[in-house]
């Protein structure tokens, strides 16, 4: 059992953090690919504002998991659903791989309707994935969240990675003037200038069965995790949990009755002694308020506001600006959660100054929105530096670093010592034997 523990947790590690791959992968990305799909789609720079609202609709899986579990409770398994979940996400991109660029003709205009269709069957397993998969989790030892956590911080990072080595097809301006022969003028010029887009490292098709791999390898993943025995989680450990119970066996060969009480009583002073002061944190109203505006605002933020208008206000720079800024913006993300929870900042007012930080360089985003297809330094390279600093670092550090930390703080993670109701306790001398 000793060799066979640290393997079959390194497994387990392993499998965990598969299968939080396939959490957000499909919407993380699509989010990095779009630099490549509006040039080619119908809707143009409006699609991502289509796909915000799609995203936004399919919570109503969530919904649904959570008036099945309030009216029937007991009666849904998560596993099954999970299996579901994982299935669907699978056939979807594989879906999409193949039809992502049929259109059809809707009141007389051109519409992606198979690309939204799917996207939405994509978003409500993704937007599920956050009450299924969790609970799921929950099931086995603590160390083993982490590690799903880490899983799904992967599903934002390694598509942005994919989208760099993919690049972004550049634009050329080609002139395609034609010699047009008439009756009046034998040799007649027609000067014209066609857009013409160079192709990435490799194609769309290609980007989406990367995508429909790692949901494959995340049901694979599930798929062993739930048939993992459930003694393999135990730890040799457990076996003797408490050194006071091997001194309370040896004492009590010699002397039964005494040694039993004389133990019992000091393994009650040291246990009482050695219990840590469990104090509840108390917040004001106005606190509370402040938190929760905090917690509405970065993730309508993120999760609204600034995916939608992110072609408005990087598109006018290039092609190449919009590129590096989503695929960028991909990987700051996760970098941001994983910042938040190995240094954890507990004043409220560092998380209000991250809030106004975020708010501005959001703001800014924006104003160049609502000032396109002319904003500022359009055709300078500092205004491409600067698409790239706010629309990737500045934005997507600050509101989903802010986002992680409110939303342990309110779990009762981390709880600012400020707000205690005795800041200080003296804890007694440990009894003497």
């Not at 009756?183 to 995508?211: C, G, I, K, M, R």
């Amino acid at each position: 059992t000793r060799i066979l523990y640290p393997i079959m947790t390194l497994y387990i590690h392993m499998l965990a953090c598969a299968f939080g791959l396939g959490s957000w992968v499909a919407i993380n990305g699509m989010w990095v690919e779009l630099p490549l799909i509006v040039n080619i789609l119908p809707e143009g720079w409006v699609l991502p504002s289509y796909l915000t609202v799609i995203i936004q609709l399919a919570n109503l899986g969530p919904l649904l998991v959570t008036l099945v579990h309030k009216l029937c409770p007991g009666r849904l398994r998560e596993n099954l659903v999970i299996y579901l979940v994982l299935i669907l996400g699978a056939v979807a991109c594989v879906l999409l791989t193949v039809f992502w660029r049929k259109t059809t003709v809707i009141l007389g205009e051109l519409r992606s309707t198979a690309f939204f269709i799917l996207m939405f069957f994509l978003a409500l397993v993704d937007c599920t994935s956050s009450v299924t998969f969790l609970p799921f989790m929950m099931q086995l030892p603590a160390k083993y969240i982490t590690t799903y956590f880490i899983g799904e911080g992967l599903s934002g990072f390694v598509p942005g990675l994919i989208a760099l080595v993919q690049g972004v097809g550049m634009s050329k301006c080609v002139n395609i003037s034609q010699t047009v022969d008439n009756l009046s003028h034998s040799d007649n010029e027609s000067f014209a200038l066609e857009t013409q887009y160079l192709p990435p490292n490799f194609s769309t098709e290609v980007f989406f069965s990367f995508l429909s791999a790692m949901m494959v390898v995340s049901l694979g993943a599930f798929a062993m995790l739930d048939w993992v025995p459930r003694t393999f989680e135990i730890s040799t450990e457990h076996l003797v949990p408490e050194p006071g119970a091997v001194i309370s066996v040896c004492g009590g060969v010699e002397n039964p009755a005494a040694s039993n009480l004389t133990t019992k009583s000091q393994e009650d002073d040291e246990r009482s002694w050695l219990r840590p002061l469990v104090v509840k944190p108390f917040y004001t109203t106005r606190e509370l308020t402040f938190v929760y505006f905090m917690v509405v605002w970065a993730n309508g933020a993120t999760n609204g506001l600034l995916p939608s208008v992110q072609t408005f206000s990087c598109m006018p720079y290039g092609n190449l600006a919009y590129h590096l800024s989503a695929a960028l913006a991909s990987v700051a993300n996760p970098l941001a959660c994983i910042i938040a929870m190995l240094a954890p900042k507990r004043s409220l007012v560092f998380l209000g100054v991250l809030c106004l930080l975020g708010t501005g360089f959001g703001g800014y985003n924006m104003a160049m929105a609502a000032m396109s297809p002319c904003p500022l330094l359009q055709d300078a390279p500092a205004g491409q530096a600067a698409i790239l600093v706010r629309g990737a670092v500045a934005t997507w550090l600050p509101l989903p670093c802010l986002g992680e930390t409110l939303s342990a703080l309110l779990r009762g993670e981390r709880s600012p010592e400020k707000h205690c109701r005795k800041p200080h306790l003296l804890r007694p001398a440990p009894p003497e034997r």
